[in-house]
């Protein structure tokens, strides 16, 4: 935990070293800004409640991608030690190996299933004996490759395993999303108030009672 607010708080910190240069450029410090650090862009301008809160999603939003990115791996780490310790998958296979592993309990029975669809195909429908055993070869898993789960349970576990390494791999996603979303929100927003700041309109007087409007712009 601590690890991952130091972390946190170490890229905040890069982050906003690289608004300092920015401040030289007033015309693109605050939707520059607000793209590196969501906020910032209207701290700047003045506007501290919304500022802080921009921000503030956004750190919890980087804490979340750090966390999670740092979980898929540990969690990939266990489901594969788990295939190797019950079911005898040689560690740091390719995913859809795990993906197969996964699905079906031993890799005899997805070796039948794929012998069963090869030969309605390469034997009865095409007589083609030499595509067939091309397409076993490829198709199915052999020596190392093999593996039989010592129980349902320790399957359905592995299962478990699995799914709440997809799930983490999906809130990883959707953290990245949301930091993405309150970037674009946080540019448009600080370039809608700076153009408040910077341009307003105002009546001038004109000979015979008439007068004209116009806009002001300060840089």
Known sequence: MDFLKRKTCFIILLLL???????????????????????????????????????????????????????????KKNYMKFAELYAGVPYGMPDEHYQAVQNYPNSDYYNDIQEMMARNYYLIYNYDPESFAEYISANTYQGNEEWNWQSEEKWEEYKHLRKRHQKTKMNNQLALGLMLLNRGISIIDSSILSKKKHGEFYLAPLPANGAMLNYQIEF
């Open 17 to 75: 070293w690289g608004i300092i240069p920015l401040l030289a450029l007033p015309k693109f410090v605050y939707p520059v800004s607000s793209l590196i650090l969501p906020g910032t862009g209207e701290l700047l301008l003045g506007h501290n409640t919304r500022g802080a809160t921009l921000m503030g999603v956004d750190l919890i939003n980087i804490y979340a991608f750090i966390a999670t990115d740092r979980e898929i791996e540990m969690q």
